[in-house]
């Protein structure tokens, strides 16, 4: 090859090069993102369309099912006018307040002593067939149970959401407690630490993922039990709505309240979520493909 040849080819700048791998991998987990999101609202749209078109051919009883025109109707009345309890607001407000309430008690309590059975044995032996038989008690029923003993008022609703939250949370707290790595113990006991360092440094931090698994469950648990409370009695709140369509077979009414307590569900999974992806921003993602 001519000198002239070779030079003018070393001179020659190099291709442009393709994008990164890190740019492919983000490009395809976002068109991956929008095509989840595109498919769910596909979805949404199709059931909701397929509910409204039966409702009005009468291939489903619109009295007993209604129809997604009319609870967007019967949610707009609310939002502009209000309902018989007073504002909207006010009945998420109190509802959510009493879940949140609930779930906050269920939680601590559920934690602190799983993680305190999980740590000392002789606790667990001594309480365990205590707490299995609690477990077993339908928790539902206590509702009544709570109504007579505290009234009316929010506490009646703040109790039922405790004892549903607290199980669920409790066992997880107790079995990330137990299932911490020994080796780690072991090495933070050679290093010096007493039984106090070891708790707060090595095995609540190692079982947080446990129970933050446990918390996506425990706050729907905490909406039940305000609503089921709300439902036997109540002078506010979600479930006082869902009683009172109830009673004058105003089907609507009863969707439109299950509605907007699903998006404040929805809501609440989604901050949940949220903190526990900044918390964990350690841990690698899932890619979610099976692979």
Known sequence: MPLETASAVADKPPAAAPASRTEARERAARNRRLTVYGARVAVLVAFLGLWEVCARTDVIDPFN???????????????????AQGSLGEQIGYTLYEALTGWVIGVICGVLLGIALGRVRFLADVFGPYIKVLNAIPRIVLAPIFLIWFGLGP????????????????????????????NLVSNARILGADGRKVTLQVVIPAATTWIF??????????????????????????????????????????YAAMTILAVVALLTEG????AEKKLFRWKPADAGDGR
């Not at 009319?70 to 939002?79: L, N, V």
């Not at 703040?158 to 790595?181: C, T, Y």
């Not at 698994?213 to 979600?238: C, D, P, W």
């Not at 901050?271 to 949220?274: H, W, Y």
């Open 271 to 274: 901050l949940l979520t949220f």
């Open 213 to 254: 698994t446990s918390l996506h469950v425990s706050f729907g648990f905490a909406l039940i039990g305000a609503i089921v409370g709300e439902y036997i009695g109540a002078t506010k709140g979600l479930g006082l709505l869902v009683a009172a369509a109830q009673g004058t077979f105003n089907a609507a009414g009863v």
């Open 65 to 83: 099912f209604s129809q997604p025109s009319k609870i967007w109707d019967q949610i707009w009345q609310w939002i502009t006018h209000g309902t």
């Open 155 to 182: 506490a009646s609703k703040v109790a039922s959401a405790v004892v549903l939250v607290f199980f669920p949370v409790f066992f997880n707290a107790f079995q990330g407690a137990r299932e911490v790595d020994r």
